[in-house]
């Protein structure tokens, strides 16, 4: 309550929420900005889920709309990973870079922004002659009467424009975000990913409603069979508290860490600053964050994507494609295997790029300080590398039980309407959890006191 009243208070923090607000607002409408000869209802029934779902997730149903931010925020956030890499002695001027500080960030960021805008162009182009092949079409009548009007073939000149159209709404994107980020609270690549997931919410909860209890318009294609009974009810309330204490629980765990307790060796001088002074370095237990979620989900979507698109629809190609869902579809037993394998093994390869032992150890050494019981140097290291393994097993288990509820939970209950768990409420807590520390730092008073008195 306490830090509530302070924000309230500071009329700083109150500017940035604002912000921050009209942002979401913006980012909003634009979701609802179809690009022109786009028929959107065409393929509606793609994103119900998978990698697809999970896309239109996170950009509050641009892409089922097609609009203009379809892409949303997710090349920039892809280049960034991709970057991210490149900078472990892979490309040697890019590690140079990181080591320069305030002037090599700068210049990642700048290599990142036009690397996401390429991403992008490609993206577009690739998606837009995806969703055009899905067999619905996505183009409007007048476009293709257009293109091939007098047995010409102008198709390239749709998807050239189509392709400008969408990179251009994601560099919008990348300035929103950065100017949410300088004026805003928060990350702003962050925080619109963020507000893409809360926007979708209330039609989770509309459609819970339709489903348990009332669909006068017969919105959806299945219902509950009590519909509006008193068991309608009881599982509507189920399936929020569902939902309540996943959510609590994700919050629980983002915040737990393991802390390795240091210290620091005895430091000349006057007998008053003597002795020894304590501390820890912290390791979280999700310390991989959403990310080995979407990389399984990437490379499980991928190659049944690719078969979809290319492949005819004799009987060879219809049995190769059934043989291809019993293995990449993570409803499935095989693939439910396949990509709980897949989370375990981008857990531990993005934990270790994150925290490096064998730097955490050489800083250590330089710090004058050590590990209660451990040698300094490759003890020291291994030791770390000890702990940081089994804590991204666990880490690991959690992520596979986090992702496995959305599954679990439509068996259980039945429908998909109710996303309980998954990637959304990794995101949305850890961005959360991020954001409260930036706000509570921001409403601390400034108050210094001088040395003499």
Do not use: C
């Amino acid at each position: 309550m306490e830090t509530i009243k302070k924000i309230f208070t500071n009329k700083e923090v109150l500017k940035k929420i604002a912000f921050t607000l009209f942002i979401f607002l913006i980012f909003k409408l634009l979701t609802k900005v179809t690009i022109p000869l786009v028929d959107q209802n065409a393929f509606a029934n793609a994103f119900e889920g998978g990698f697809l779902g999970i896309a239109n997730s996170i950009s509050g149903g641009a892409l089922r709309n097609y609009s203009v931010v379809a892409l949303g925020i997710s090349p920039y956030i892809t280049a960034s990973i991709v970057v991210q890499l490149l900078q472990m002695d892979i490309v040697p001027f890019l590690k140079e870079w990181s080591e320069e500080g305030e002037v090599g960030k700068k210049k990642i960021a700048r290599l990142t922004r036009y690397l996401a805008i390429g991403l992008a162009f490609v993206q577009a182009i690739a998606m837009t002659f995806a969703f055009d092949n899905i067999g619905a079409g996505l183009f409007t009548s007048q476009a293709t009467d257009w293109a091939t009007q007098g047995g010409r073939n102008l198709w390239f000149i749709v998807y050239f424009y189509i392709a400008v159209v969408l990179t251009a709404g994601t560099a919008l994107m990348i300035w929103l975000a950065d100017q949410l980020t300088i004026k805003g609270v928060g990350n702003g690549t962050s925080m619109l990913i963020v507000a893409g997931i809360i926007i979708s919410f209330p039609g989770t909860i509309v459609s819970l409603v339709q489903y348990y209890i009332a669909d006068p318009n017969n919105a959806l294609q299945s219902v509950f069979a009590n519909q509006g009974s008193f068991s309608g009810y009881v599982l509507f309330g189920v399936s929020v508290m569902m939902f309540i204490l996943v959510l609590v629980g994700i919050t629980y765990m983002q915040i737990a860490v393991r802390k390795v307790p240091i210290q620091y060796a005895n430091r000349p001088g006057s007998s008053k600053f003597r002795g020894k002074s304590e501390s820890n370095i912290p390791i979280k237990l999700n310390t991989a964050g959403v990310i080995p979620v979407i990389f399984a989900s990437i490379i499980l979507s991928l190659p049944l994507t690719v078969i979809g698109y290319v492949s005819g629809n004799t009987a060879g190609t219809s049995r190769a494609m059934n043989w291809f869902q019993q293995i990449f579809t993570y409803t499935e037993p095989i693939g439910f295997v396949l990509y709980v394998l897949l989370i375990f093994i981008f857990t531990f390869f993005y934990s270790f790029i994150l925290i490096k032992p064998e730097q955490i150890a050489e800083n250590l050494n330089k710090q004058n300080a050590y590990i209660p019981g451990v040698r300094p140097g490759k003890e020291t290291e291994a030791h770390i590398t000890k702990t940081l393994f089994r804590v991204t097993v666990v880490g690991a288990f959690y992520l596979v039980v986090v992702a496995s509820l959305p599954i679990v939970t439509s068996i259980v209950l039945g429908h998909n309407y109710a996303q309980i768990g998954g990637t959304s409420l990794l995101i949305i807590v850890g961005v959360a959890l991020e954001t409260a520390k930036q706000i509570e730092a921001d409403t601390q008073e400034k108050a210094y006191a001088g040395f003499m008195r």
